[in-house]
């Protein structure tokens, strides 16, 4: 006779380009005495991901029933899930200026999880729409002007996009002056129109939260509809979020117990690289451009299967692995070419989101500046993912992602403003940050920063 469901309190889906791995979760509420319950990962599961077979539930089932297989069946009270499946969440953003409002755009578009596949900055021209119907974006994120300042462009574009003929969500996050008048002109058009605060609403002033938020509700809506990903709605109960953008939500919640951080995540085909930092104070005297407090990058070009190939081509010849390894490694030998591969992806995609100092030459003498983010206040280095957190050697690879010295770290000295020599090395050993972003808001955020903490061997002991 099989047994009865055993309660847990979560099961999470994530939905990888390759994989999709189910995990259960328990100790998340308090129990009937009233007091907490330790948190705890019950067990995993893996299978294919199965989009490209029209439905995404079939590996998400194979998944479970690999988990349950060890477990038992479960009856989770809730179901979550993230998805970077199908492309993920692909993305076109429009500002005013590059370094204004179409920075901040694309920072909220990539903090929230997004694929940036097209960036425009002023007014929409003809290979500009052209370029959007080639992208398929899911979504749109419409920004322009600071507060009180210029109309004209964003009002522009948002009459341009109605002559595309996709119609995919658009998220207005502009001059809130004309937000009436843009929003009519979609609508009328027969676009799904979401509005969040101006991302760019004065000088050297970003404010990029709210518009994270409307773009996962709005990844939501759009997942539904997605080739592959209709079903995945009717097995959760809880929301679905882009995986990235669960990632960087986990390393926002564990930075405030922890300090400034960076989370490095090596994928089959992109590298993504978080920080939570608002960087040194000798730094930020000498910035020129402003940065937002949690900030993803995402390297297309970086990963150890689809990418591999130039990944490879940016090593030395004689340390370039052959044959290249598959999309789950299987021996020891694909195993360790890997590991090259991702320990180069790691180093260049932290030096890509690392800013650098730079030197101008005024009528008054050298002056040295800070452009880009500083990372030299993150005293701890974390690796998350299929190729850091289960391949060995993971942690030698995080190493090599911070400064080579301690003195070259410790600010001025240091052209590349990376994370210090000394900065403590973690991996997510348990594979459960992009889990554990899908259950904040659920549960006590305390909670699920536990879960975080005993995966990276940083358990608070009683």
């Known amino acids: 006779m099989p047994s009865d469901p055993r309660p847990i309190d979560a099961l999470v889906a994530e939905i990888g380009s390759t994989t999709t791995l189910v995990s259960a979760f328990d100790g998340l ?58 492309g993920g969440l692909r993305m076109t953003v429009h500002g005013l200026t590059a370094k204004m409002t179409a920075m901040a755009a694309r920072e909220a578009a990539l903090g929230a999880g997004g694929v940036v596949e097209h960036q425009t900055a002023g007014k929409l021209r003809g290979h500009d729409l052209a370029a959007i119907e080639e992208a398929r974006p899911g979504l749109v994120l419409l920004a322009g002007g600071v507060e009180g300042g210029d109309t004209g462009t964003v009002l522009h574009n948002a009459e341009a996009l109605t002559r595309i003929t996709a119609r995919p969500i658009v998220v207005y996050a502009g001059n809130s002056a004309v937000v009436g008048e843009a929003r009519a002109l979609l609508e009328a058009a027969g676009f799904r129109v979401r509005v969040t605060p101006n991302v760019y609403p004065d000088i050297d002033a970003l404010d990029i939260v709210p518009a994270r938020a409307a773009i996962h509700d709005a990844f939501e809506e759009h997942i539904a509809h997605a080739p592959g990903m209709e079903r995945i709605a009717e ?39 978080h920080s939570v930092t608002d960087g040194s104070p000798e730094i930020a005297a000498i910035a020129t451009d402003p940065q937002p407090h949690a900030k993803r990058t995402v390297e297309g070009d970086l990963g150890t299967y689809v990418s591999a190939a130039h990944v490879a081509a940016l090593m030395p010849s004689a340390e370039r692995p052959a044959p290249l390894p598959s999309a789950l490694p299987l021996t020891a030998e694909e195993s360790a070419a890997a590991l090259t591969l991702a320990r180069t992806a790691a180093v ?77 090395i973690a991996l997510d050993a348990d594979y459960v940050f992009a889990c554990c972003g899908a259950l904040l808001g659920h549960f006590d955020t305390e909670t699920v920063v536990a879960l975080m903490r005993r995966s990276i061997g940083m358990e608070v002991r009683a």
């Open 235 to 273: 097995w959760v109960s809880g929301r679905i979020l882009p995986t990235p953008g669960a990632v960087l939500m986990a390393a926002e919640a564990l930075a405030t117990e922890l300090g400034d951080l960076v989370v490095i995540d090596v994928g089959g085909a992109t590298t993504d690289v």
């Open 29 to 86: 509420t308090a129990g009937a005495s009233g007091k907490p319950v330790s948190p705890h990962l019950l067990g995993q599961g893996v299978a294919e991901t199965t989009v490209a077979e029209g439905d995404v539930r079939l590996g998400v089932d194979a998944a479970r029933a690999q988990l349950e297989a060890a477990t038992g069946p479960l009856a989770p009270r809730l179901t979550l899930a993230t998805s970077s499946a199908g």
């Open 348 to 424: 260049t995609a932290v030096k890509r989101h690392a800013g650098r100092l730079a030197h101008l030459y005024t009528p008054s003498g050298r002056q040295t500046v800070a452009r880009g983010r500083d990372l030299t206040a993150c005293r701890l280095v974390i690796g998350t993912g299929g190729a850091l957190t289960r391949l060995p050697g993971g942690a030698d690879v995080l190493a090599a992602t911070r400064a080579t010295s301690r003195a070259a770290s410790g600010g001025l000295a240091s052209e590349r403003l990376l994370p210090p020599a000394d900065a403590r």
